[in-house]
């Protein structure tokens, strides 16, 4: 039985920790999900050019309304954020869900450090009373590039 010395125990480790590595199976930006604020949430009707792709109903006209949804984003990791998607609820002026069983409802490509603006486009059923409701919002992305 052949018996393990200290000096072979490190060179095995080290030897393992290698192969893992090289394999791929670390991915150093996978691991570096980073948590971004956001606040001053508002959203306002689509430009007539981006709601003219809104779904048509029979003659009736449109069945979907349009909105940006704007804010700001506060990245104090003191990196670049990339991919980061946007988590939240939103409710129509009754309390119900305009997207139902959905709380990412959007993406941000790039947040850089410090407080910066963002926007994304939502679409909600016109039978939806409005003022909408924003609640619970956040983003997390990547400190490096992801491959999609």
């Known amino acids: 039985m052949k018996r393990f010395t200290p000096l072979r125990t490190v060179v095995t480790i080290a030897f393992c920790c290698l192969l893992w590595v090289a394999s791929g199976l670390y991915s150093p930006n996978a691991l570096a999900l980073t948590q971004v604020k956001l ?8 430009p007539a050019d981006l ?9 009736s006209g449109a069945t979907i309304n349009c909105f940006i949804v704007t804010g ?5 990791s003191g990196k670049p954020v ?3 998607d946007i988590f939240g609820r939103i409710f129509d002026a009754n309390d119900n869900p305009v997207m139902q069983n959905r709380t990412r409802v959007g993406s941000i490509e790039e947040i850089p450090p410090g407080t910066s603006d963002f926007e994304f486009q939502i679409s909600v059923p016109v039978n939806q009373p409005t003022p909408l409701q924003l609640k ?3 983003a997390s992305g990547f400190s490096g590039k992801v491959r999609r």
């Open 39 to 46: 606040r001053d949430l508002s959203y306002h009707e689509c």
């Open 51 to 59: 709601a003219g792709g809104t779904i048509s109903g029979g003659g």
């Open 82 to 84: 990339v991919n980061a």
């Open 72 to 76: 700001k984003a506060e990245n104090t």
């Open 136 to 138: 619970q919002f956040k």
